[in-house]
């Protein structure tokens, strides 16, 4: 046994000791867990981030699909159908067999009934522009605790039958 501690300690001043001092450690410490606890938070808000970014989408593809929908329809109908408030527009979009809720794959109708997905679609003239109206499609969702969010698509239409050409662009 003396001969293995002679073998331990050869080569270094007597007294002197192997290891780590408590300062050493205790500085170690301090910088790993400046380094890491940004690091976890980064790992622990992710999923959430995910779960947003999923909603986001979903809600742009719901107000595209509308866009798309209701964009091709001439001018006239537009301002008929979705020129006249909030309520008009959902009983349209709840009347439609394309974009109304049930026409939806099931997934994302579940998603849609649990986040509280709700969807208008407006139209307005272009104020001192005879001819010209912006279709305005809105897509609201809640997520738990924090403000509803939003998001707005919107694109100006063309009355092509006061300019004397075809009713289709």
């Known amino acids: 046994m003396k001969a293995a501690r002679e073998l331990a300690t050869a080569g270094r001043a007597p007294g002197e000791r192997r290891g780590f001092s408590l300062l050493e450690i205790m500085v ?6 400046v380094a890491l606890i940004p690091l976890f938070d980064f790992f622990g808000s992710a999923p959430k981030r ?3 970014t999923m909603h986001r989408a979903l809600a742009l593809t719901l107000a595209s699909q509308l866009l798309e929908r209701y964009r091709a329809l001439p001018y006239s109908s537009l301002k008929e159908t979705f020129g006249q408030g909030e309520e008009k527009s959902k009983e349209a979009l709840a009347a439609d067999p394309i974009v109304r809720w049930e026409a939806m794959p099931p997934d994302t109708r579940q998603l849609v009934e649990t986040y ?3 969807r208008d679609v407006v139209f307005e003239d272009v104020p001192g522009e005879p001819g010209l109206g912006l279709l305005k499609v809105y897509v609201r969702w809640k997520l738990g605790d924090v403000p509803p969010r ?15 050409q075809p009713t289709t662009p």
């Open 50 to 52: 995910a779960q947003l």
């Open 28 to 33: 170690t410490v301090v910088v790993l867990s």
């Open 150 to 164: 939003e998001i707005t698509l919107a694109r100006v239409v063309v009355d092509y039958t006061r300019a004397g």
């Open 116 to 118: 509280h997905y709700e």
